[in-house]
């Protein structure tokens, strides 16, 4: 069982923290997502190449760049960022939302989308997450059984809790770890598990930014400076 036929057979529209390179080098997998309607994370080019000892100047003209790439490639535009291994500086928000992008992913804060303070525009955070993320787990001897155990008693306590207040849920997997023939069955396991529930919005980061924004974002930062006079 391919990866791919688990993904489609639950018609998940994945959102993939794609480094820029994978396209230029791979123009087949561009092909395979661009095909399924996937959202395109900004990852950098290589996820080698951090942004951390950028000036100012050369973390906007990388942004740019990466957004630039992007377009020439797929006719598409970048709306999200997730660092290049997590990669940041303090200037980073600020500079993300100048050069256009929506949203980002590096802040693993919350079950919600929540605002970032930024100098101007609007950005905010769609929470990524560590927990539920394979590749470390495997890393520690942790097995495609347990990844489906803990996937579905977080989904349980959040689709709890979203009876009143609508959570996110983020499950960060990587082909090469959960695709691998003796664990993909797993992830099959999970999909299963949570797309029979109803009321489950299978959303992308995309899709989810531009809702809360559209709907929430005023809310939030009105609340924010409330609590912080």
């Known amino acids: 069982m391919h990866i791919l036929e688990v993904l489609d057979r639950y018609q998940i529209r994945c959102s993939t923290t ?5 396209l230029q080098h791979f123009p087949e997998i561009a092909e395979a997502m661009l095909a399924r309607a996937w959202t395109f994370v900004n990852h950098g080019v290589y996820n080698t190449r951090y942004i951390t000892t950028f000036s100012e100047e050369q973390e906007r003209e990388f942004f740019a760049r990466c957004r630039e790439t992007f377009r020439r490639l797929t006719g598409r535009e970048l709306r999200g960022q997730s660092g290049p291994a997590g990669s940041n500086t303090e200037r980073t928000p600020d500079i993300l939302a100048e050069v256009g992008f929506l949203y980002q992913t590096d802040w ?5 989308p929540v605002p970032i303070k930024v100098r101007s525009g609007r950005l905010i955070c769609i929470p990524y997450t560590s927990e539920l993320n394979d590749a470390p787990l495997m890393r520690h001897h942790y097995e495609g059984d347990y990844y489906a155990r803990i996937c579905k008693a977080q989904f349980d306590q959040l689709y709890r809790e979203g ?10 997997f990587h082909p090469y770890v959960m695709g691998r023939p003796h664990r993909v069955k797993y992830l099959a396991e999970v999909l299963d598990y949570i797309m029979s529930h109803d009321g489950v919005w299978q959303a992308t980061t995309d899709e989810i930014a531009e809702y809360y924004l559209t709907h929430y974002y005023e809310q939030a930062v009105a609340h924010a400076a409330r609590v912080n006079v």
């Open 108 to 112: 693993k804060i919350d079950d919600h």
């Open 163 to 172: 009876a009143e207040n609508g959570r996110l849920m983020c499950i960060a």
């Open 18 to 22: 794609l480094n820029v390179g994978v």
